[in-house]
């Protein structure tokens, strides 16, 4: 099955372009695509949370799918990378026009995806040292860092957003960069881990995988 992925963030984008480059892509390489999959939707959410991630559970090794770019699959590179992962893993051929990317079972495009899973890990460096070097500065200024006493902003935060950590999680996304994502410190994490026992079990889980893993 040969599938053509089209996703723009606002109705006041068009998706016929992206459908016109991928059919002449198709056809230039003798390709037929049997099946289209269209949303209206932010590259920010992550692929659970929209078509994108049920249509790749359905895939299976030998498909194909075809998307204009990179940014189509995601706006950050963490998501590209998981989604890359999720291919290569199950075998599904992964076609981006406009670069000309081509990623499958081979050598080379294993090593072009250890290079964006380098670049995703300084991307997350520079986050975390853009993070620190504004608290710097902000406390140069006389800025009072950290909450009031008595107060559980950063944890509300968590809470507002249990389901989106439990798909990081699950995701297998360290809990560093979850911690540098909603831009809190490890110590709050904890806390609201030992408060929910969702967050809790699905640690627990993602542990039992990874030592089975390395068993």
């Not at 090794?61 to 990378?81: F, K, N, P, W, Y």
């Not at 080379?108 to 460096?125: D, P, T």
Request: proline fraction near 0%.
């Amino acid at each position: 099955m040969i599938v053509g992925y089209l996703r723009v963030s606002t109705c006041r984008q068009h998706l016929t372009n992206q459908q016109e480059e991928i059919l002449r892509f198709a056809a230039g390489r003798h390709l037929s695509v049997d099946r289209w999959v269209t949303e209206i939707v932010s590259g920010k959410k992550n692929e659970r949370e929209r078509k994108l991630g049920p249509l790749l559970r359905r895939m299976k090794a030998g498909d194909t799918l075809i998307v204009t770019e990179i940014s189509r699959l995601s706006r950050t590179l963490t998501d590209i990378m998981n989604i890359m992962g999720k291919c290569l893993q199950k075998k599904i051929k992964l076609y981006t026009t406009k670069e000309g990317y081509t990623f499958d079972d081979t050598i080379n495009s294993k090593v072009l995806c250890f290079a964006f899973g380098l670049v995703a890990e300084i991307e997350r460096n520079l986050i975390s040292l853009r993070t620190r070097e504004a608290l710097a500065a902000r406390k140069a200024n006389g800025a009072v860092l950290g909450r009031k006493a008595g107060s559980c902003t950063k944890r509300n935060i968590l809470m507002k957003n249990k389901e989106k950590v439990l798909i990081m999680l699950r995701d297998g996304q360290s809990i560093k960069s979850i911690c540098e994502y909603f831009e809190l410190s490890r110590e709050t994490f904890n806390k609201f881990r030992k408060q929910d026992r969702d967050i809790s079990r699905a640690i627990t889980a993602r542990r039992s995988v990874q030592d089975r893993k390395y068993a």
